[in-house]
């Protein structure tokens, strides 16, 4: 690298002194030897070997080059989440180009690291760069997904932080900080936030506690969040114009930003542009299902968008390093919904969905259409007459829990997903409740009457809530929900989790300028949540909820207006939703479904 620290990479080339070939490089922080299971499935491997996915590769006509980030296996240099990544991805290209073996065109390619890696070297211009295929990331903006939403934190990267440390080259060096980190227990110190630096289950790893916490400190966008490496955004017409290929799902934290840089890139660039949204988690393209609900044979990209992912990516790439005709459309997605809504054998919900197309996202055809919140708890088209209120207490130590969603890298404390609204042995929380996420008093829900036709949803949902509270500072918490009829399977019906957002209030005008509220004053918020889409069957009801926690997954506002990583006090919110006319949501809608 240009600052003298070595970085250890594999390549994968056809014979002893290859010819020249275009280069597929991949860059991780998980070990660039070990299998992962976004590495799909083929043939009796799921996940394969790397030796295995860069062969078929190979006998594609690429050579592959997959290097550890700095820090990371066997590479040198102190690891940082995110900053060394710009820098050490535009020298390996570059180093790569120069090699005897590579014919001049190099193309990267990877799944969540592995794709934020990629847009933070396209951020440095790589003028010998010549696809991009951004699987599940690519940082537009971290701070606004992948590492806050709305201002809230979120806690994956804690987990993320955790796990990472325990693997890391020092700990593997050095049995005393192993055996330490492997006595703490995460669900215990999740019980008991704050942390605090030196008194965290990272303190045993410095370096892995010094760039969390300096995350979780920078509550403001401010310079920290426009460095290079985690914000796209301001960058953008810096990026090479070249083919990229944007892939992610709707239960994926990085929906946001797949769907933003194809449309941002679309419009600065000539080179084609492509999106694939499907019905996975993070990553898990090869099975059908998401938590405890199936979507069918249609929803693995497998056998259905190609033979497997090795395929997928190789196809894509051929037909963008040696253009030809093409008539892939520009977005490919998985619009969820329409299944029986029974049992299947392996205990999970059949929701259905099938695969459709569009030149562009939302879909062409997709309009907005504006629902109201009323206090008598529904949801529809037209206003009530009287302006009310809906109030709930927001208490910091019994949060609303996180039951499935946009999750990755939450174990051993949350996983994505969909789900039925209901805690169960799986789910983690402050307190041993059973009963509905609806029932609870601090959880306001609001739905449509029974459909009595299908409805189709595909785009963005977002909120806008006129609210007050009396805590100097809270959060709003928007869901959108299917709640599925009762039926022979499922008596109590099934409350199916789509998409869900937050708004911390001290970010309600800026995330730039956070102000605290003034307790009893009216304010108006926005809050969005990532785009989805879904088929409502008729007999099913669109709800919306809404709160002022989902935790583990976001940090839990203390309701005191201080920084999050050292405010030890909690307080109640006594928080207020002004309905019957002055609360909203907005889906998009496909014309011709509207209820």
């Known amino acids: 690298m240009r600052d003298g620290v070595e970085l250890a990479a594999d390549v994968y080339a056809a014979g002893p002194d290859p010819a020249p070939r275009p280069v597929l490089l991949e860059r991780t922080p998980y070990g660039r030897r070990k299998a992962r299971?976004?590495?799909?499935?083929?043939?009796?491997?799921?996940?394969?070997?790397?030796?295995?996915?860069?062969?078929?590769?190979?006998?594609?006509?690429?050579?592959?080059?997959?290097?550890?980030?700095?820090?990371?296996?066997?590479?040198?240099?102190?690891?940082?989440?995110?900053?060394?990544?710009?820098?050490?991805?535009?020298?390996?290209?570059?180093?790569?180009?120069?090699?005897?073996?590579?014919?001049?065109?190099?193309?990267?390619?990877?799944?969540?690291?592995?794709?934020?890696?990629?847009?933070?070297?396209?951020?440095?211009?790589?003028?010998r760069l010549s696809a991009m295929f951004l699987d599940s990331g690519g940082f537009a903006s971290a701070y606004e997904t992948g590492v806050r939403l709305g201002g809230a934190f979120e806690l994956k990267q804690a987990t993320w932080a955790?796990?990472?440390?325990?693997?890391?080259?020092?700990?593997?060096?050095?049995?005393?900080?192993?055996?330490?980190?492997?006595?703490?227990?995460?669900?215990?110190?999740?019980?008991?936030?704050?942390?605090?630096?030196?008194?965290?289950?990272?303190?045993?790893?410095?370096?892995?506690?010094?760039?969390?916490?300096?995350?979780w400190e920078q509550?403001?966008?401010?310079?920290?969040?426009?460095?290079?490496?985690?914000?796209?955004?301001?960058?953008?017409?810096?990026?090479?114009?070249?083919?990229?290929?944007?892939?992610?799902?709707?239960?994926?934290?990085?929906?946001?930003?797949?769907?933003?840089n194809f449309r941002e890139l679309g419009e600065r660039r000539t080179s084609p542009v492509y999106l694939v949204l499907g019905p996975w988690t993070h990553g898990r393209r090869s099975v059908s299902y998401a938590g405890d609900v199936d979507f069918g044979p249609e929803a693995t990209l497998d056998g259905n968008l190609a033979a497997d992912y090795v395929e997928f990516r190789a196809d894509w790439f051929d037909s963008q390093l040696d253009p030809t005709p093409s008539t892939t459309p520009p977005v490919r997605y998985f619009r969820m919904g329409g299944g029986s809504g029974k049992r299947d054998a392996d205990g999970r919900l059949d929701h259905g969905g099938r695969w459709l197309s569009s030149s562009t996202w939302p879909p062409e055809a997709a309009r907005a259409a504006e629902f109201h919140l009323n206090a008598d708890g529904s949801l529809t088209s037209e206003p009530r007459a009287v302006a009310r209120y809906l109030e709930y207490d927001h208490d910091p130590r019994d949060p609303v829990p996180t039951i499935g969603g946009q999750v990755t890298s939450g174990e051993p404390v949350m996983v994505g997903g969909a789900f039925d609204q209901r805690p169960d042995d799986r789910t983690f929380s402050l307190t041993k409740s059973r009963l509905p996420l609806a029932s609870r008093p601090d959880v306001l829900t609001f739905e449509t009457e029974p459909l009595e036709r299908d409805v189709v949803v595909a785009g963005p949902v977002v909120a806008r809530l006129t609210v007050s509270s009396s805590a100097a500072d809270t959060d709003f918490a928007v869901k959108l929900v299917d709640v599925h009829p009762p039926s022979a399977d499922y008596p109590a019906g099934f409350a199916m989790n789509l998409t869900d957002g937050i708004l911390r209030c001290r970010y309600r005008d800026s995330f730039e300028t956070p102000s605290s509220l003034e307790p009893g004053r009216i304010y108006d918020v926005t809050v969005e949540a990532p785009d989805t889409a879904n088929l409502f069957a008729r007999g099913h009801r669109i709800r919306v909820n809404i709160s002022s926690s989902n935790f583990p997954r976001f940090d839990v506002n203390s309701g005191t207006g201080e920084a999050e990583t050292t405010d030890r006090r909690q307080v109640t919110a006594t928080n207020r939703v002004f309905v019957d006319g002055r609360s909203t949501i907005t889906l998009h809608i496909v014309p011709g479904e509207e209820v």
């Open 37 to 127: 299971g976004s590495d799909g499935a083929f043939e009796s491997w799921n996940p394969p070997p790397p030796e295995a996915v860069c062969r078929r590769f190979v006998e594609r006509g690429y050579h592959v080059v997959r290097q550890d980030c700095r820090g990371r296996g066997d590479s040198g240099g102190e690891f940082v989440k995110y900053l060394n990544e710009a820098e050490d991805g535009y020298d390996t290209v570059e180093w790569i180009a120069a090699q005897p073996w590579c014919d001049g065109r190099v193309a990267t390619m990877g799944v969540s690291y592995a794709a934020h890696v990629q847009s933070a070297l396209a951020s440095l211009g790589a003028p």
């Open 162 to 215: 955790f796990a990472r440390a325990r693997t890391s080259a020092a700990t593997l060096a050095d049995p005393v900080r192993g055996a330490a980190l492997d006595a703490e227990s995460i669900e215990e110190w999740f019980r008991h936030l704050p942390w605090r630096r030196g008194h965290s289950p990272l303190r045993h790893a410095p370096e892995y506690e010094g760039y969390l916490f300096e995350q």
């Open 219 to 260: 509550g403001r966008f401010g310079p920290y969040w426009q460095q290079l490496g985690i914000y796209g955004r301001g960058y953008f017409d810096r990026f090479p114009d070249v083919p990229s290929l944007h892939i992610s799902s709707w239960y994926d934290p990085y929906i946001r930003t797949a769907i933003e």
